[in-house]
Structure formats: structure tokens, C-alpha cells
């Protein structure tokens, strides 16, 4: 497996945030969790980053043990909600970033980073600075920052969180394309039903601290603590509302 | 490895931000019972109660704490009127430059300034001549080193009102108080209710740890009671300095009991003050 | 953490224990009994740390632009000043003893008799050493007013450096009769309202010493050892006298200035019509400098002002002993005391007895102009009175604080 | 109409703070200037060419006083963001910052008078050393608890972005923390610098006179008596600060305004 986490546990003071994670997930696969505000779904994704140090467990990645290891060194990168945009460098600069600390060739970083650009559809927006973006922009922005390092594992953290409706639904398919041509291997957290259904190549759950992943989508759905029965319901019976309406009018 | 750094980090903070107060505040302590000092053979508190018996630290606290009290509310009061009054002026390139200008000027400029103005043979006593409404400079009103500290209190609010009035307009923006002002008329309030409901309740809600802190700076200048005050009460700087640095070697000690005494209410004000809260109150 | 905590405290300490571990090199003991080309040798390519009063231009420009070049280029000395007047001193010298400072931060310090009784109390002065000076055998060690300083003997503990005498100042167009005694200050506050008052330092408690002797019957009631009954009987009339005239006084004796240069610069503006001060009121400097009237004039009062000579003394933990008697030396020569005589210049009167110098330096000193606002100290000598015990100027300070101005 | 009195307030208040600033020239410029003249009979560069040629030590003093004060802003600004981010990032920040508060408040002159045995014991006293690190640690404080508000979460986010991206703490220093607090950094440095370059009280006791900085010059000159070269003096101490403020106006306007 290309990273094995096991039998994670987190506490702040007494409270157990993180119980008992245990997990795998395949190269190049997304892993999607979903999880509602205070699930300790943040906590598991910056213990794997190295933010936070676990009080037990492994986390292997890659077959390397690298629980202890510095955030810095394990090439993981950690994505907010926020876009986080560096307020003083332009769109270019931004994603150029993790590059220029590696002291990578200018050449080549400018060869990157303009194919970037160019993924993300934002060829024309490289000399504009943070402020001047749109939030789906930024988002985007954010996103190359994070893949042109190459990373061995991204980690999204409600990353579609503050953006509108239809914003939102152009990102997916973007990542969606982003993670075939970079195969990336990523982690991908969100509270949004249809986006975990939607983003996974593997589906969790995490709920008080506990993560329980699903072996396929049927299981997911099949399962009344994720509410997805609910949803379908919900949907079902307004559509057969409709339904009625319509039949009556005529 | 972080923590080890970290803590390097925090024991620096505390040589350079705690032991130098700790120091003081106990060699001061030492002193004042006579424990060090030259002229002192050990252990006693007949400075403790020279000092409380005569009387002088009282009186000086008195004068100081009513001075900063006076000058607080002015400049406040001043500063607030002037937000109310004149803010879209002051937010004018020109003007909004001017008023930095005084932050620019010390305490011992705006003394000696205050000084050559009020004096009774200063520029309005000549101006007062000139007019022919005095005769000699005698005549004059008594307005520096007078009994009303009216030249400290001039000097302080000359000092700060600037600043506060800055720091209003500050928050003014900040805290969207035109927005909640227009709401406030809309739902019905008329202008007298904005500044009483909305207007003065958030300034001074949002500042008032920073008008303490001034209060305690105020209570504690050395400078300008130095040029401008009166022999006595003084205040309570120029009190402590000038009996620690005086000519009768056996009195120093009282000196340094009114050093910790001062010390010890301003400590017990910045705990007061800042202890109860979860946020750091300062800004600016 | 707790260890960690400790570092910096374990680094101030090492400052601590190594600053403290400087050791005075010269010999302290040997240097009273060295002869004088030794003592140059010593001082040659010192620096020497001078404190002294800094409150005058006249004085500051003798010192920096005479005084500094000179010994530089005789003796290859370098002179450094700074600022620091009685009170200033005597901490600093209690403060070094407490932190037990061998080698202190000031070589040779500028006194007059109150330091001087304070700094013999604790032991700050360095000394004998005046008699090893060349220049001391100008000087007329029997006169009284130079040999004894607020009426204890000064036994070569320091060097006289000026004379000078305590004259009241007016402005001679606006006060035609300026008050000689007591009574006739009664006169004077009753006619000139708020145009007086008492400095609250060591000028204007000179001031009350001078009244406190003519209470006392006669210009000698004050001499000898402090006597405790004799000050609180004259005391006791002094402040009644004041307090009785306080409505008079300048702001009706609510408050008084600060220092003798605040009453200087309320005379210059006239708010005050008639103040005091030492080296015969100071009036040459101030009236050719145009902060005072050329109107000024000076006097002394009838039953005597205090005359007094003012001193300079090494410190006990001096780092460059030899250095600063090179200094003082130099002070004390007819060239540096003529310079210094200069009406133009710091305008004081020299210290050396002008009939015991060969005789091309009394013609020079002879020849020094004659000031042409304030009176010459011999004009007044005839009522000149000697500083009374220290302990007078001392009890003066708490009790004027006391009795009149916290009343 | 019922605006009408407010231009004329404001133009008052211009004045009446334009007013000190030339008033303090004038009285430097001028010369035997006593009651109840109106004006100097004289008004010239007499005192400035006085003082700049011969030896009364106010441009040794300048330059003393600068080379003091741009010591304690850049060591005081510097220490202060570093070691402020350790102190707002300790679980015990409260107390610690209430710690800080506490020399914030003394007045610097009873302070000094307190620390001076300290200073002589460390041969700190009457030498620029003792004087820059006594007002160091008056500014220290400030410093501290001016960067307070500066170390939040997002900051520490951007930190930990910036760790997963492979930067060393180093990097984040340089590429981000420094950055993004210019502006702070900048005030910062014009505050601390105004504190040491407005500091009479500790300075004298620390300096014991040996250390003439301009403060110590102008009460030198008021206790002379010597109105025109302490006006002199005033303008030396004021004009800096003024020429710092409009080079910073752009900064400050942002961050304070």
C-alpha cells in the first residue's frame, strides 16, 4: 500500500479528537472523507501532514516510516479552505513558490510553471496579484502552488468549501483532470454528500473521531449513519410530489 | 527539537522582559527597608512609616491621578467630538498628515513649547501687554508651574488628543460604525440616539483598555511636571527621582519606598487590566 | 525547560563576575609619595573623565575650547566631560561603592563644600594630594576662605579651583534702592509685589544661610560646628519671616523655582526684578551673552553673603589618578587661571595669590580687564561671610520643603 | 449654514498644530527676545552657525542620539516579532503577556533609577552601550505586544503551508513571515525608534550625563536659561521624527489609519 496509517490517536487535554485511525490508500487514488465540522477530520489530515505529532501510532508512506519525520521533509502538502494566497507575491510568483525553495533552475521554473498556468486555465492571470482574482481563481491558484511540488500525497481540506454553487462544480471536474494528469495521490475532505461520492475513487465516513472507509460506493450509500438513504428519500418523495402536481394539472 | 528552540526562545523573553523588572522591583524593595544602600545599617521600616506618615506620597498620588484623570477625559472627550464632528474632513490626505504631526513631538519639546507660551512673561503675556490688558508680567495669569497644573494638563492633552483621535477614526472605519449608524436611523433612531446607542458605546467599548493604559502612562511622565509642575505636590516621577537623588544620604531609602509603592499600583492596575482577558487588548 | 529558563541568568552572572573582576592598576598609596615627573610620566597618554557642572556656556566653552585642546597637546591627555553636579556625583560614587567598582566611571570631579562633607562621609575622595601639585605653592593656603570648606579643613582632600563671592542682582532702572537687610526686603516685597522668590536649590538656600546669619546678630553667628539650638531658634524666626512675606512673593509663594537658572531666566524676561547667585551674581556673562538687561548690577547684602572657594577632587576609585592630577595641575596654573579670569570668557576670579607669581604674571593678570556690569569681588569682600557647616545647607533643604513650601 | 463653522475649527486646529513647529524656528533663529516684545530684534542663522561650528556637542549629540536610536529600533523590532511569535504561541500567553505588560507600564525614569545598581555592576553605566541596552529594554515590551495581534491563526496556517511546501523555517522567515509584516515592521521600527529617540529620564540616569543625547541637550540648555539653543536643540529632536513620518506616511496611514 502507498500510505498506511496506523492506529492514529490525537488528544488535546482530555478530549480523544483523533481515535484509533487506521487506513490505507493506493498510489495515484483519491480517497474521499466525508465528515461533518468537528469530526477531528482537520486534526487527521495535519497529524498526516506533520503539523500536529500523533500520541500513538505510525503513518507510513511509500513503505517509509515517517510519523516522526518534519512536515517539510515528508512532501506532503496541506491545502486549506482558505485559498491562503501569499498577499505579496502575484499569481505566477505564488505557484512558482514551492519550486524556488527547492533552488530549481529559473528556466525550468518558468517552463512549469507556465504549463501550470496553462492546466489551469489561467494563462492571463499570472502578473495579477491575490486581491485581483476571483475565488474560484484563487482556488485555483492554490491548487497549482500545491501540484507543480509533485507531491507524494495532497491533503484537501474542504477545499471547495467558500465557493458559490456553480464555482464549485467547475473546480471538481478541474481537479478531477488535474489528478489524472499528475497522478496524484490525495486525501480529500469535505462535509458535501454529493462532492465525497463524486471526488472518491474510495469513499470514509469520520464521525467523533472514527474514520470508517467504505469498499466500494454501494456499501457508502447502503450505510444510514452517512444519510445518504435520507438524501435519496428526501429527492425521491419531492420528485414524486411533482409528479402528483403535474398529474392534477392535467 | 521545536520545543527546545521554542523555549530557548521564551526564556529570552524572559531575561530580556521579566528580570530586568524583577530586579528593580526588589532591589527598590531592598532599599526601601534599608536591608542595602551606603548610608543604611539593616533591616528597617522607618522609611516605610516616615514615608506614610508624612504624608507626601498621598498627596502626590492624589495630584498625579487627578492630572491624568483631567487630561484623559479632555483629550477623550476632545478627540470623540472632533471624530463626530469633523470625520470625513479628517480623512483628507492634507489634514490627515497634519494631525500625525504631534505624534512627532516629545514631552520635553511640548514642555519647553508650553513653557515659553504661558509663562508670565511668555508669548501671550507679551501679546496680553502689547493689547494693553496688563501692565507687567506679573499680571499675567499664573498658567505654568501654577497650583492648577494647568500647563501639564495642556501639555498631556496637546500630547494625546491627536492620538486619540487617530485611534477613533481608526475604529471608526473598522468597525463599520457609518454602516451601523444608517441601520440604527433606519430602524428609527434619530441622531442623538446614534451617538449615544451606537456612536460613543462601540469607541469606547473597543478602546478603553488603550485610554487605561494612557491614564497609567499619564500617571507616571517624568518630563513635562519636570519643566512645567510646581515644587509641591509633584508628581509622582519627579517625587521618586528627586528623592532618590537628593542631598540628605539617610533619606534616600524613603525614595525607593515610594518607587515600590508606585510600582506595586501600577502592577496591580496591568493585572487588573490585562489579566482577565483572553485576547490581547492591544492594538493601534 | 527549567534549565533552559536558567541560561540567561547563568550569562548575566558571568557578566556580572566579569565586569566586577577589573582591578585598579595604579598603585594608589605610591602615587601620594611619587614625585611629580613620575606622575607625568603616569598621566602621558591618559584619558581622563571629568564631571562637572555643565550649566553654563561661559564655563562649557573654557573647558571645550581651551581646557580640552590644551592638556591634550601639553600633556597628551584626553579630557573628557560630562555633566554632573553635586547630588549626581555623590550617587555615583555611593552607587560604585555598593557595586564595589574598583576602577569607576569618573577620574576628578568639580565640588563645593556640601559634596565635599557628603563625599568624606562615605569615604569617596582620593587624597592628599594637593601639596605634590607644582602650581600649589601659588596658592595662599592660610586664607580661610580657601583653606576651609563649609567649615571643615580641607587637608589637601581637594584643590581649590575658583573663588568666588554670593552678590544679590537687580535691575538698576526699574529698582532704584535694592533691600541690603532684612527689614528693607520687607520693604521691597511690600512695594514690588511677585517680583522675588527662593530657589529651591543650593543658590537660594545660600540665600537663606545669609539671612539665617543676619538673624543671627553678626556675620560670624553661623561660624563653627552646627549647633543644633542656634538652628532651630534662627530657623524658627526664618521661617516665620518668610511665611509672613510668602503673599509677596513671586506667584504669592505657591511655588518656587526649581533651580537658581529658572529665577535666572524669570529676571531675564522681568517677571522677577531682583535674584541672586554665586561667582558675584553671574551678571557679566548674562548681560554680554544678552539674556540680561545691560541695566544689571550687583551687591552684596549688608550683613555679608557667603564667599566660598570651589574645589576639585580625584575620586577614590578613579582609574587614572595620576591623569587627572596632571589635569588639575594644569587647572591651576597662572595660564589656565588667567584664562579663565577672561571678563569675555568664564570671567572668574582666580584661586592663586597673585603676589606670590613671578612677577610677568601679575603684570598679566594685572592687566585683565575690568568687568563692565557686574562688581568685581573685591568690591564686596568687605562684606564677605564664610560657608557655615554643611549640615545648615542640609537641614535648610528638608525644612524650606517642609515649613514653607509644602505649607 | 450649518456647516459653515466647521471649516473654520478646522483651519484653527491646523494652525494652532502648525503654530509649535514655527514658533520653535523662530525662537531658534532669534536673539535677545524679552518681554513684552512681540518679536525677536533679532532674527538670524546666529545660533544655528553657533552651534554647528563650534564645539557645544549638539552635532556629536545628533549623531549619539541616532546612532542610540537606530540601535534600539532595530534590535527591539527584530527581537521583538522574533520572540513575540514563541510568547503568542505558548499555551500560557496570557500570563506571559501580562509579564510583558509590566515594565511596559513603569515610567521608564523610576525604571531606571531602580536597575541603575545593574547597570554600574555590568560597567553598563555612562557609556552608549548601557544607555542602548537600558532603552532596549523599554521598547522590548512594546515591540513584543505591538506584533500581539500579528501572530493569528492565519499566520499560522500560512507557516504551516509553507512547511508542507518544503520551506525551512528559515524560508518561511524570509519568503513569507517577513512580508507579510512589512508594514508592521515598519511602524514597529518608527515607534521604538521615537521611544529611544524621545527618552530623557532613563537616558540621564543610565548616561549619567556622559551620554549626551539630544533630550539630555535641550534640558541642558533649559536649565541654562538658554531659550534660543534649546529651541535649536527642539529642532533637531522634532525634524527627524517628521521627515521618518512622511517617507512612512504611506505605511503608517495604512496600518494606523
Known amino acids: ?250 | 527539537m521545536k520545543n527546545r528552540t521554542n523555549n530557548f526562545i521564551i526564556s529570552l523573553f524572559i531575561a530580556i522582559g521579566v528580570i530586568p523588572f524583577a530586579a528593580a522591583f526588589v532591589y527598590a524593595l531592598l532599599y526601601s527597608f534599608g536591608i542595602i544602600g551606603i548610608a543604611n545599617d539593616g533591616f528597617t521600616t522607618a522609611f516605610w512609616s516616615a514615608v506614610w506618615s508624612s504624608g507626601t506620597f498621598f498627596q502626590s498620588f492624589l495630584y498625579s491621578f487627578s492630572i491624568a484623570l483631567v487630561s484623559i477625559t479632555l483629550s477623550v472627550g476632545g478627540a470623540l467630538w472632533a471624530t463626530l464632528k469633523f470625520r470625513k474632513q479628517l480623512e483628507q490626505k492634507f489634514l490627515s498628515f497634519i494631525l500625525y504631526l504631534p505624534l512627532a513631538v516629545p514631552g520635553i519639546v511640548t514642555g519647553f513649547f508650553t513653557f515659553q507660551l504661558f509663562s508670565k512673561s511668555g508669548f501671550f503675556s507679551r501679546i496680553g501687554y502689547q493689547m494693553g490688558w496688563i501692565s507687567q508680567p506679573s499680571q499675567f495669569p499664573d498658567l505654568v508651574n501654577d497650583v492648577f497644573a494647568f500647563g501639564i494638563v495642556l501639555s498631556f492633552v496637546t500630547m494625546i488628543m491627536p492620538f486619540f483621535l487617530l485611534l477613533f477614526l481608526n475604529v471608526y472605519k473598522n468597525e463599520r460604525v457609518e454602516e451601523l449608524s444608517v441601520l440604527a436611523q433606519a430602524l428609527g433612531a434619530n441622531a442623538k440616539q446614534v451617538t449615544q446607542r451606537i456612536f460613543l458605546p462601540i469607541l469606547i467599548k473597543k478602546t478603553w483598555v488603550i485610554i487605561v493604559l494612557y491614564f497609567i502612562f499619564l500617571l507616571g511622565a517624568y518630563e513635562v511636571p519636570l519643566i512645567l509642575g510646581q515644587e509641591s505636590p509633584q508628581m509622582l516621577s519627579v517625587l521618586i527621582i528627586q528623592e532618590i537623588k537628593q542631598y540628605d544620604l539617610d533619606r534616600i531609602s524613603e525614595g525607593y519606598v515610594i518607587a515600590v509603592m508606585y510600582t506595586l499600583i501600577v502592577s496591580v492596575a496591568a493585572i487588573l487590566l490585562f489579566l482577565p482577558r483572553r485576547k490581547p487588548a492591544y492594538e493601534t | 525547560m527549567y534549565k533552559l529558563i536558567n541560561i540567561p541568568i547563568v550569562i548575566i552572572a558571568c557578566v556580572l563576575c566579569l565586569s566586577c573582576g577589573e582591578e585598579n592598576t595604579s598603585n594608589n598609596e605610591d602615587l601620594k609619595k611619587a614625585a611629580w615627573k613620575e606622575i607625568t610620566e603616569a598621566a602621558n597618554g591618559t584619558t581622563v573623565n571629568f564631571m562637572m557642572w555643565q550649566g553654563s556656556p561661559a564655563i562649557n566653552a573654557y573647558i571645550n575650547n581651551y581646557v580640552t585642546p590644551t592638556v591634550k597637546e601639553k600633556y597628551n591627555i584626553d579630557l573628557q566631560i560630562s555633566g554632573g553636579q553635586g547630588p549626581e556625583i555623590v550617587q555615583l560614587v555611593m552607587g560604585e561603592k555598593q557595586a564595589n567598582i574598583k576602577s569607576g566611571q569618573v577620574d576628578m570631579v568639580w565640588i563645593n563644600g556640601e559634596t565635599f562633607f557628603q563625599l568624606r562621609k562615605v569615604n569617596g575622595l582620593w587624597g592628599p594630594f594637593v601639596k605634590q601639585l607644582p602650581n600649589a605653592v601659588y596658592i595662599n593656603m592660610n586664607d580661610s576662605f580657601i583653606n576651609t570648606d563649609f567649615q571643615q579643613p580641607v587637608k589637601g582632600m581637594e584643590a581649590p579651583w575658583s573663588l568666588n563671592q554670593f552678590a544679590i542682582v537687580y535691575d538698576s532702572i526699574k529698582i532704584e534702592n535694592p533691600p541690603k537687610n532684612i527689614p528693607e526686603l520687607s520693604n521691597y516685597l511690600e512695594q514690588h509685589r511677585g517680583t522675588f522668590t527662593i530657589s529651591n536649590d543650593f543658590t537660594g538656600m545660600t540665600f537663606l544661610k545669609s539671612l539665617l546669619a543676619e538673624l543671627g546678630g553678626s556675620p560670624n553667628s553661623l561660624d563653627g560646628p552646627f549647633d543644633e539650638a542656634t538652628y532651630q531658634t534662627l530657623s524658627q524666626k526664618l521661617w516665620d519671616y518668610i511665611n509672613a512675606h510668602k503673599k509677596y512673593f513671586w506667584k504669592e509663594g505657591q511655588t518656587f523655582p526649581k533651580e537658581q537658572s529658572k529665577m535666572g531666566q524669570l529676571y531675564a524676561n522681568g517677571e522677577l526684578l531682583l535674584i541672586y547667585g554665586f561667582s558675584e551674581g553671574g551678571i557679566e556673562e548674562k548681560v554680554l551673552s544678552g539674556l540680561y538687561p545691560k541695566s544689571t548690577r550687583g551687591y552684596a547684602w549688608e550683613n555679608g553673603t557667603i564667599k566660598n572657594s570651589n574645589y576639585l577632587g580625584v575620586l577614590h576609585n578613579a582609574p587614572q589618578k595620576a591623569g587627572a592630577m596632571q589635569v588639575i595641575n594644569f587647572l591651576l596654573s597662572p595660564e589656565a587661571q588667567l584664562k579663565k579670569a577672561d571678563v569675555n570668557g568664564m570671567n572668574s576670579n582666580t584661586v592663586l595669590d597673585i603676589n606670590s607669581l613671578p612677577s610677568e604674571w601679575q603684570e598679566k593678570f594685572k592687566k585683565v580687564a575690568k568687568r563692565k556690569y557686574g562688581p568685581e569681588m573685591s568690591a564686596l569682600e568687605k562684606n564677605a561671610i564664610a560657608e557655615p557647616a554643611p549640615e545648615y545647607m542640609i537641614r535648610l533643604y528638608d525644612d524650606f520643603r517642609k515649613y514653607v513650601i509644602e505649607k | 449654514m450649518k456647516l459653515s463653522w466647521k471649516p473654520f475649527v478646522l483651519s484653527l486646529a491646523v494652525l494652532l498644530i502648525l503654530f509649535p513647529f514655527a514658533y520653535l524656528v523662530l525662537l531658534s533663529l532669534a536673539s535677545d527676545w524679552r518681554f513684552p516684545d512681540l518679536f525677536p530684534s533679532y532674527i538670524g542663522l546666529k545660533n544655528w552657525s553657533k552651534i554647528l561650528s563650534s564645539e557645544t556637542g549638539l552635532l556629536t549629540s545628533f549623531a549619539s542620539s541616532l546612532l542610540i536610536s537606530l540601535s534600539v529600533a532595530i534590535v527591539s523590532t527584530v527581537s521583538g516579532f522574533l520572540i513575540s511569535r514563541a510568547v503568542f504561541y505558548h499555551p500560557k500567553k496570557n500570563t506571559l503577556t501580562l509579564l510583558a505588560y509590566f515594565p511596559y507600564i513603569l515610567a521608564p525614569v523610576v525604571f531606571a533609577a531602580c536597575l541603575s545598581f545593574f547597570f554600574l555592576k555590568m560597567g553598563l553605566f555612562g557609556n552608549v552601550m548601557g544607555v542602548i541596552i537600558a532603552q532596549f529594554i523599554i521598547a522590548f515590551p512594546y515591540a513584543l505586544l505591538f506584533f500581539s495581534s500579528f501572530w493569528n491563526k492565519k499566520v499560522k496556517s500560512y507557516e504551516d503551508l509553507v512547511a508542507t511546501l518544503g520551506g525551512n523555517r528559515w524560508q518561511t522567515y524570509i519568503k513569507v513571515l517577513f512580508p507579510l509584516a512589512k508594514g508592521l515592521l515598519l511602524i514597529c521600527f518608527f515607534q521604538t525608534f521615537l521611544i529611544s529617540w524621545f527618552e530623557y529620564g532613563l537616558t540621564s540616569i543610565i548616561g549619567i550625563g556622559k551620554v549626551q543625547t539630544l533630550t539630555i541637550k535641550v534640558f541642558l540648555f533649559i536649565k541654562e536659561a538658554n531659550y534660543y539653543y534649546g529651541a535649536l536643540s527642539c529642532c533637531l529632536l522634532i525634524f527627524p521624527p517628521i521627515v521618518l513620518l512622511y517617507f512612512n506616511k504611506r505605511y503608517v496611514f495604512k496600518k494606523l489609519a
Open chain 1, 1 to 250: 500500500m502507498f500510505l498506511e496509517i496506523q492506529n492514529i490517536v490525537k488528544n488535546f487535554g482530555q478530549e480523544q479528537v483523533v481515535k484509533n485511525l487506521s487506513f490505507s490508500l493506493d498510489a495515484k487514488k483519491t480517497l474521499s472523507i466525508l465528515g461533518k465540522s468537528g469530526c477531528g477530520k482537520t486534526t487527521m489530515l495535519k497529524t498526516i501532514g506533520g503539523l500536529l505529532s500523533p500520541d500513538s501510532g505510525s503513518i507510513r508512506l511509500n513503505g517509509e516510516d515517517i510519523t516522526h519525520k518534519k512536515p517539510e521533509k515528508r512532501n506532503i502538502v496541506y491545502l486549506y479552505q482558505e485559498d491562503l494566497l501569499f498577499p505579496h507575491l502575484n499569481a505566477f510568483e505564488n505557484i512558482a513558490f514551492g519550486l524556488r525553495l527547492k533552488n530549481i533552475p529559473k528556466s525550468i521554473i518558468t517552463d512549469r510553471v507556465n504549463h501550470m498556468l496553462k492546466s489551469l486555465e489561467l494563462e492571463n492571470q499570472s502578473q495579477k496579484m491575490p486581491n485581483q482574482l476571483s475565488g474560484g481563481q484563487r482556488q485555483r491558484v492554490s491548487f497549482g502552488r500545491a501540484i507543480i511540488t509533485n507531491p507524494s500525497l495532497l491533503l484537501l481540506d474542504e477545499p471547495f468549501g467558500s465557493l458559490d454553487a456553480g464555482t464549485r462544480h467547475r473546480m471538481q471536474g478541474l481537479f478531477k483532470n488535474l489528478s489524472k494528469e499528475f497522478e496524484i495521490s490525495s486525501l480529500f475532505v469535505t462535509h458535501d454528500l454529493k462532492e465525497a461520492v463524486l471526488m472518491g475513487d474510495e469513499i470514509g465516513f469520520m464521525q467523533a473521531g472514527n474514520l470508517k472507509v467504505y469498499t466500494d460506493k454501494n456499501e457508502f450509500i447502503a450505510d444510514p449513519e452517512t444519510g445518504v438513504e435520507e438524501e435519496i428519500k428526501f429527492w425521491g418523495a419531492l420528485a414524486g410530489l411533482e409528479k402528483n402536481v403535474d398529474l392534477k394539472k392535467h
